[in-house]
């Protein structure tokens, strides 16, 4: 290539350039978000970008990495015992779990309801949190070679975090709970009372829409998915509400509530497979076959 | 493009666009300068024939795929907002490094303001003054990214 001078223009004018790039981003506005028909290459452009979201994590990440390392010896012996005491008191949980469990199973049966079934599960680390505030959508280190799916629902150690919505080979994108878009049908523990939770594009807050002044909302209520929507499983915690505003001038009340999920300091998620798996099958047909022949 | 060295130009705007998702406290993500902007600033007034709003396009519509917005917004604010800069680049050449740095902050500005608009018009977003708060740190930022880009443009004789 010569050098060319720039005084001379050549090439098209940056005015015809413009109106090309304004062109070319409409009409991708208009496909991705009124058609949505990017859904499927978005996956692509995901796995082709991940190489760069590796890379700038990657000197945090070796910031905790010598940070791990460099812990004291005194500091992990604490946190070992410490650790030792909550399995130790998980544990006891798990053994109450596990009889009740199976005296559901019975009387699940007992009223001939399916039985619940067990799902697999998968630990996920967050590489990139998205810096544009007017998403909530993080990125996670499992992609469609782990199995990971659109749709699947993520959760952390409290909570419901979001789901997936693209998936890319060795990574794929989460949209948070508290994203503008995106809305969980739950309802209420106490009572069983059906609401839906949107996000407001606030890390704390969820909203209510559309609950009539007659519904039993107290302050406090917690709030677990009601799996009505068929995406996420039943009985997760997701939030808990935090304010109740039963103003008859209004149309309906307004309702607020405070995610469980630690969405502003996500690190480590589970990653929730709705879909049964043959083994876990296997086990529960031997659970009615025990629990028949038990009543028998 | 990638001739003369222009691999340079492409590596300094990747990594600008990796500097743009670098994870960050939350306190400190909102004053994040627009590294992307910079560099492509500097470049559209420094290579004008090789780096123009196309380019600005690319980069942007990267931006949106990185930060998983509606795929258009980043990249068609970006490339209106270089457009200014790409337009009157020989006028903002002879300008002082410090004026020029209030002109790319006034540019910033643009560029989130052009974003808030398209976000406002696809879904309710509401304005908060510090969606511009980037446009004081990409301001500051800009003699010594300038300084730092003319070396490396000099060192590796990118015309």
Redesign the interface.
């Given at each position: 290539?010569v050098?060319?001078s720039?005084i001379f223009k050549?090439g098209p004018s940056?005015?015809h350039?413009?109106l090309?790039?304004?062109f070319?981003?409409?009409?991708?506005?208009f496909?991705?978000?009124a058609i949505g028909s990017?859904e499927t290459s978005?996956g692509y452009?995901?796995s082709?970008?991940s190489p760069?979201?590796y890379?700038?994590?990657a000197?945090?990440k070796m910031m905790s990495w010598t940070g791990e390392n460099l812990s004291s010896r005194s500091k992990l012996i604490e946190e070992n015992q410490q650790y030792k005491i909550e399995k130790l008191l998980l544990k006891e949980q798990l053994m109450k779990l596990e009889t009740l469990e199976k005296e559901n199973n019975r009387l699940r049966l007992l009223l001939s309801s399916p039985l619940r079934q067990k799902t697999k599960k998968m630990v996920a680390e967050v590489i990139?949190?998205?810096?544009?505030?007017?998403?909530h959508?993080i990125?996670i280190n499992r992609g469609a070679n782990d199995g990971v799916y659109e749709g699947q629902p993520v959760i952390d150690d409290q909570g419901i975090v979001g789901q997936v919505?693209n998936v890319g080979t060795i990574s794929s994108?989460v949209i948070l709970i508290t994203d503008?878009?995106h809305a969980v049908p739950v309802r209420i523990n106490r009572n069983g009372v059906r609401l839906i939770a949107s996000g407001m594009?606030q890390v704390d807050k969820l909203t209510h829409n559309f609950v009539p002044h007659s519904y039993d909302v107290e302050v406090g209520d917690k709030l677990v998915t009601s799996g009505l929507g068929g995406k996420y499983p039943e009985g997760y915690p997701i939030s808990e509400v935090l304010h109740v505003n039963k103003d008859e001038t209004r149309a309906f009340s307004q309702i607020y509530s405070k995610p469980v999920a630690k969405i502003?300091r996500l690190r480590y998620l589970l990653l929730l497979w709705t879909k049964t798996i043959p083994e876990v099958e296997a086990k529960n047909e031997a659970i009615i076959d025990s629990v028949k022949e038990g009543k028998e | 493009m990638l001739?003369?060295n222009g691999i340079i130009i492409l590596l300094t705007l990747?990594l600008a666009?990796?500097?743009?998702?670098?994870?960050?406290p939350?306190s400190v993500?909102a004053f994040?300068p627009d590294w992307v902007m910079v560099v492509v600033a500097y470049w559209c007034l420094a290579?004008?024939?090789r780096v123009?709003?196309?380019t600005?396009?690319i980069v942007g519509?990267?931006l949106d795929?990185?930060?998983?917005?509606?795929?258009?917004?980043h990249?068609?604010s970006l490339?209106?907002s270089v457009?200014v800069i790409?337009?009157n680049?020989?006028k903002i050449r002879n300008f002082s490094v410090w004026q020029q740095s209030i002109i790319v902050g006034l540019v910033t500005v643009l560029y989130h303001l052009l974003?808030f608009w398209?976000?406002r018009f696809?879904?309710?977003?509401?304005f908060?003054p510090?969606?511009i708060y980037p446009a004081i740190t990409t301001a500051i930022l800009w003699p010594w990214a300038f300084l730092l880009l003319r070396k490396i443009r000099r060192h590796f004789k990118i015309?």
């Open positions: 290539m050098f060319m720039p050549h940056p005015q350039r413009l090309l790039v304004l070319c981003s409409g009409l991708l506005i496909f991705d978000h990017f978005r452009l995901q082709l970008v760069l979201q890379l700038a994590t000197p945090k990139s949190v998205d810096s544009d505030p007017y998403t959508q990125v919505q994108r503008v878009t594009g502003d | 001739a003369h990747l666009l990796i500097a743009t998702i670098i994870p960050m939350l993500d994040r290579c004008p024939s123009n709003i196309i600005a396009w519509f990267l795929v990185l930060l998983g917005s509606v795929l258009g917004v990249a068609a490339a209106i457009y790409a337009d680049f020989q974003v398209i976000q696809l879904s309710d977003a509401v908060l510090s969606y015309k």
